[in-house]
């Protein structure tokens, strides 16, 4: 099991910037994808972005594609998502995720380790 600790939330207006991090620990070795998904109030937790451990390669919901970027760290055990050119529909609770094997990379059931969240609010 990995232990997910996610920071870097908080309330931005419309065009700003954020940036997110989450602290891996524990069996990160066996880690094979991390990944952000969001959920708003009322809604499905949805996939935003993910990168694969070994190899880096990134994948962005159409929603976010051009605006964030993932990207990891694996001498610290560490991801980042900057989030740039903000809208007030990016409002959510951002999670932190970790896939210990080969699965659908967009797909929440093939992520086996979350993060608490962190919230945030982009305003208009």
């Known amino acids: 099991q990995v232990q997910l600790v996610e920071s870097g939330g908080g309330l931005v207006q419309a065009g700003g910037s954020l940036r997110l991090s989450c602290a891996a620990s524990g069996r990160t070795f066996s880690t094979y994808a991390m990944a952000w998904f969001r959920q708003a109030p009322g809604k499905e937790r949805d996939f935003v972005t993910a990168i694969t451990w070994g190899g880096g390669s990134a994948y962005y919901a159409n929603s976010v594609l051009g605006r964030f970027t993932i990207s990891r760290d694996r001498t610290k055990n560490t991801e980042a998502l900057q989030m740039n050119s903000l809208k007030p529909e990016d409002t959510a609770v951002y999670y932190c995720?970790?896939?210990?094997?080969?699965?659908?990379?967009?797909?929440?059931?093939?992520?086996?380790?979350w993060g608490q969240g962190t919230q945030v609010t982009i305003s208009s």
């Open positions: 995720a970790a896939a210990s094997r080969v699965g659908g990379i967009r797909l929440r059931e093939s992520y086996d380790s």
